[in-house]
Structure formats: C-alpha cells, structure tokens
T-cell receptor
Framework: NAGVTQTPKFQVLKTGQSMTLQCAQDMNHEYMSWYRQDPGMGLRLIHYSVGAGITDQGEVPNGYNVSRSTTEDFPLRLLSAAPSQTSVYFC?????????????FGPGTRLTVL | GIQVEQSPPDLILQEGANSTLRCNFSDSVNNLQWFHQNPWGQLINLFYIPSGTKQNGRLSATTVATERYSLLYISSSQTTDSGVYFCAVSVGSGGTSYGKLTFGQGTILTVHP
C-alpha cells in the first residue's frame, strides 16, 4: 500500500490564482480530512469527509472547497489564493469516523502564495 | 471550542536522558492522540490514549481524563526522537468524533548526541 499520497510536494502561486491540492489513499478508508500547519502552531482542520459524497467544514474552511466523488480521492481547491493561505497542507485518512481509528497523514504540500 | 495546551514549548536533551511532555485540555474528550512530526515533516501516530496508560518501547503515555491532562514519557532518548510532538483531541456525540482533531501547539524536542 502507498498509504496517503499528496501532490504536489511544493507549489508557488500568485495572489488570485486557483489550484487543486490532490490527496489519495489506497487503504479503503472512509474518513478523510485536510489540515493546515502554520509556523508555531499545531494543525488546524479545514474540511473533512466521512464518505464519498459527504463533506463538512472544519475550523478554518474559508477560501477552500472540497468534494469527495470517490472513496480514494479528496482534493482541496483554492479558488482565489491569498498570501494568508501560505502554509503546509496535510491530508489524513482513517478507517472510519470513530474515535478509536488511527489517523494516517500524507507527507504534506508546502504552498507559498506571493 | 476546546483548548489544548502543551508544555514545555521547547526541550533540549542529551542522548540517554529521560523527558516528560504534558498536554492539558479544557473539556472532556473522547479521543486523545499523540503524534511525532519528524524533521522531514512526516506525522506519525504514537498513541491513541483517551484514558489510562500505554507503553510502546521507550515511549509511554498516561491520560488522566478526570483531571484533563495527558503525559508522554520518553526514556533513554535518542537523536532520532528529535522533532515536534503534538497532542490532539476531539469531542463528539454518540461516541464518534469524526476525526475532528484539535491540535496543541506542540513541543519541539532536540536530542543531542
């Protein structure tokens, strides 16, 4: 199993540009989520999904969209990038939504918005 | 929302030393996990421990849910233990949390040879 994969690893955008961060997992996990990590802070939840076709907002959803058309993929879309979205983005997945399920994290995407 | 505070923010050790990291949280939780982020940025789950004590090799963790804190013990530290240690918690209804973790700010651990 490849686990949780994310692409790209690095990305530089100009203010106002749009892009999609890709996340995929091959463990047949139902639950997937996106976090951002800023310097000196822990991770903050952006959006999450408890299964294909079901998504909901986390702590910091503004400026981001998600969709979940398949179990494997959970892309994160930046509609109009802003410098405040400069961050490291992590995708995570777990077998189910229950609190006992271990979360597996992808390697991260480092995004810079100029 | 729930608040998670970790201490100390930074910790520097010589190889072989022991250490204790603390996580305080402001409300009852049904999920508490400890993670290690290595110097390359990869996050690894260490423990799922909403209550009680667990051990895995040189690492152990204890959560006292009634007093709203958790401790991570590292014994005989090694240089490979360096990185950031995060505590993350969630609250949920009906015994499910949907993995909506709230992270603390982390403890940066540096182990010198």
């Amino acid at each position: 199993n490849a686990g949780v994969t994310q692409t790209p690893k690095f990305q530089v955008l100009k203010t106002g540009q749009s892009m999609t961060l890709q996340c995929a997992q091959d463990m047949n996990h139902e639950y997937m989520s996106w976090y951002r990590q800023d310097p000196g802070m822990g991770l903050r939840l952006i959006h999450y999904s408890v299964g294909a076709g079901i998504t909901d907002q986390g702590e910091v959803p503004n400026g981001y969209n998600v969709s979940r058309s398949t179990t494997e993929d959970f892309p994160l879309r930046l509609l109009s990038a802003a410098p405040s979205q400069t961050s490291v983005y992590f995708c995570a997945s777990s077998l189910g939504p229950h609190s006992t399920d271990t979360q597996y994290f992808g390697p991260g995407t480092r995004l810079t918005v100029l | 929302g729930i608040q998670v505070e970790q201490s100390p923010p930074d910790l520097i050790l010589q190889e072989g030393a022991n250490s204790t990291l603390r996580c305080n949280f402001s409300d009852s939780v049904n999920n508490l996990q400890w993670f290690h982020q290595n110097p390359w940025g990869q996050l690894i789950n260490l423990f799922y421990i909403p209550s009680g004590t667990k051990q895995n090799g040189r690492l152990s963790a204890t959560t006292v849910a009634t007093e709203r804190y958790s401790l991570l013990y590292i014994s005989s530290s090694q240089t490979t233990d360096s990185g950031v240690y995060f505590c993350a918690v969630s609250v949920g209804s009906g015994g499910t949390s949907y993995g909506k973790l709230t992270f603390g700010q982390g403890t940066i651990l540096t182990v010198h040879p």
